[in-house]
């Protein structure tokens, strides 16, 4: 007997088999995304945003006493994520997991610096989940972050920068990396929140009696989509925790406090999405029960409808039958006296199961 073929579907770790540890490769799809840099070096008095031309602008921020944000887009240019790595002094592993997207969210302090893996996530505008991997590197007076294309949560951190709200300007580059952490967080709400709409409008949809055949694939759709982001969110609990734990001089004591705080909005969105979990499993079994019992009371009314015509069968059938001696066939009005009997029968039959609530 033949062996049935396995599905040959696509893996993003077909790029790095067999490749030594250490090896710089992009795993992703977006091999032709353009390469975009920006900085903000920035004190309580000064800053400066700019958009840098060239990998070797970035190099000025490594030993300055003004702290510095660098972000790059563009994780397909490994050539410009190598030199930065290697001007920074990054290890071989890091530049690795900065460039290989499948990485799970997670943290490691290599001394002078921390590396810490997350994930952006966010509906596009079909309402499909997109997840995309930033990494963050903390040093003494920078952060440098690698997305892998344009368009993050940022913005926010970035206004405030610029205008001078808030203590971010007052701070040091632990609390700048709080900021960043805590927008990436802060929109895991947003994702929730649509999470939950999603869930309300098909549970509309069940009590109002709509039971399109496409809604068993939207639950489906929905189970994966809360799997994806609880894989997704869930380590950030761990990551938190490593912060507050490790005796790092890179994380101030007063910033841990900041952290704290991210702490407890992962532990609220990780019970939501527990209940959204529960809610869409129930969800299912409603679908289930509602098809069920509109398949019994199509069974009831065919049930009902046969029935009715059992003892109408059984009139017809004697009548029908080929004897010469059936006294009542030679009765005049015979024909007329049975389609009476037979009409009062159904009539009288509908009206008993109406009384009974049978329709």
Request: without cysteine; aromatic residues 12%.
């Amino acid at each position: 007997m033949a062996k049935k073929k396995s599905k040959n579907r696509p893996t993003k770790h077909n790029k790095k088999l067999g490749t030594a540890p250490g090896s710089i490769i992009y795993t992703g799809e977006k091999e032709s995304h353009e390469l975009f840099m920006e900085s903000f070096d920035y004190s309580t008095e000064f800053l400066e945003e700019k958009h840098l031309q060239n990998i070797e602008e970035a190099f000025q921020y490594k030993s300055t006493e003004t702290v510095s944000w660098i972000n790059v887009n563009g994780l397909n240019h490994v050539y410009a994520i190598e030199k930065i790595g290697t001007h920074y002094n990054l290890h071989a592993l890091t530049l690795e997991d900065i460039v290989n997207i499948s990485q799970r969210p997670k943290i490691e302090d290599y001394g002078d610096y921390l590396f810490i893996v997350l994930k952006m996530l966010y509906y596009d505008a079909d309402e499909n989940l997109i997840s995309e991997q930033v990494s963050f590197i903390v040093g003494n007076n920078y952060v440098l972050t690698f997305q892998e294309s344009d368009g993050d949560v940022f913005d926010g951190v970035r206004e405030r920068i610029r205008h001078g709200k808030g203590r971010i300007r007052t701070m040091g580059a632990d609390y700048l990396l709080y900021a960043l952490i805590d927008a990436v967080t802060d929109n895991y709400f947003v994702i929730i929140e649509t999470m939950a709409n999603k869930i309300e409008d098909l549970e509309d949809n069940l009590f109002n009696g709509l039971t399109e055949d496409d809604i068993s694939i939207q639950i489906q759709n929905l189970k994966r989509e809360v799997l994806r982001i609880r894989r997704n969110i869930f380590p950030l609990r761990e990551i938190i925790n490593k912060i507050e734990k490790q005796e790092t001089p890179l994380i101030k004591e007063k910033t841990l406090h900041f952290f704290r705080d991210i702490y407890d909005n992962v532990i609220q969105i990780s019970e939501n999405l527990e209940i959204y979990r529960e809610m869409i499993w129930s969800l299912m079994d409603m679908y289930m029960t509602t098809i069920s019992n509109r398949m019994n009371e199509v069974m009831k009314v065919l049930t009902i409808i046969a029935t009715i015509f059992i003892p109408l069968t059984f009139i017809a059938g004697i009548y029908g039958m080929n004897f010469d001696n059936i006294p009542e066939l030679h009765y005049e009005y015979s024909y007329y006296i049975l389609w009476g009997v037979m009409i009062i029968l159904f009539v009288g039959m509908l009206v008993y199961f109406k009384r009974k609530k049978w329709l």
